[in-house]
Nanobody
């Protein structure tokens, strides 16, 4: 099993930046695919960015060019650098770990609130 703890959320003005961190424990971090999801009020949870165990990345179209996902396997941590933030980026951001297709399980953090407002 994997335990995930997010940090770095907060209130930021439009155009500002935040960096989210997700610290993992309990298993071998480097073998997991990691992702950031978000859920805004009244909306479904959606994938924001993902980074595979091998390092390849993919992004939602809405964040391409503004957000960057990275991982530090030595620190068991995945990051989401968010630049040029918009009010529509406001949501609870969740960290996810999985090993698909090897196993079907998902592990989630508790979430961190990001609010973009002037």
């Amino acid at each position: 099993q994997v335990q995930l703890v997010e940090s770095g959320g907060g209130l930021v003005q439009p155009g500002g930046s935040l960096r989210l961190s997700c610290a993992a424990s309990g298993s071998i971090f480097s073998i997991y695919h990691m992702g950031w999801y978000r859920q805004a009020p009244g909306k479904q949870r959606e994938l924001v960015a993902a980074i595979a165990s091998g390092g390849s990345t993919n992004y939602a179209d809405s964040v391409k060019g503004r957000f960057t996902i990275s991982r530090d396997n030595a620190k068991n941590t995945v990051y989401l650098q968010m630049n040029s933030l918009k009010p529509e980026d406001t949501a609870v951001y969740y960290c996810n770990a999985n090993r698909r297709p090897v196993t079907p399980y998902d592990y989630w953090g508790q979430g961190t609130q990001v609010t973009v407002s002037s």
